[in-house]
């Protein structure tokens, strides 16, 4: 295998385009699974990947009849620990990039979570050791890493040392191609925007 034969997760959000900058895998898949800010994810990732020169797959899965919360056009359900939480979401998301990361023979594939993802069983490290010991086992034994996972997003962004013309590609709203400013994707970005004095 090459050297640096890895993949990112890369949602378009600030978490994944930091981590891209800061890891510069040679692969970076984006999904399209039937959430409702799709589109804006896609163009985003898509300017990042090409302004640090990663090759980049979108992948298109229409699972928007499984989904509940912010991101899907249905309800969130009574388990819901957050109202953007969609049911088996990050496993869902991992098995097919590593559907199509096998193919290209990657060795890791580099996942955006970061600490308050824990609100969430499959936002936590002990989620991703699962996960990860799961999929190594499998043909292709590919490495599922969070090397943010014990780091807030403004830790990330300042550890990264991410350009603030690459910050501001990023899209983090929950429901809509265009940001609501009320959800809590759109909440954080702009708490973190004030946090790093990018307002």
Known sequence: MQKNNSAILLSGGMDSIALAYLKRPKY???????QKAALAEINAARQVSKELSIDHHIIRVDCGSLGSGDMSSKPSISMSPVSEWWPY??????TLACMKGVVLGINELIVGSVKTDDAHKDGTMEFYSYLSTLVQYQEGAIKIS???IDLTTIELIRKSKLPESLLLWAHSCHTSNEPCMNCNGCKKYLFTLQSLNLD
Not at 28 to 34: E, I, P, Q, S, V
Not at 89 to 94: F, G, I, S
């Open 28 to 34: 970076a898949f984006t999904l399209d699974y039937g």
């Open 89 to 94: 979401r990050n496993q869902l998301l991992v």
């Open 146 to 148: 969070c090397p943010a």
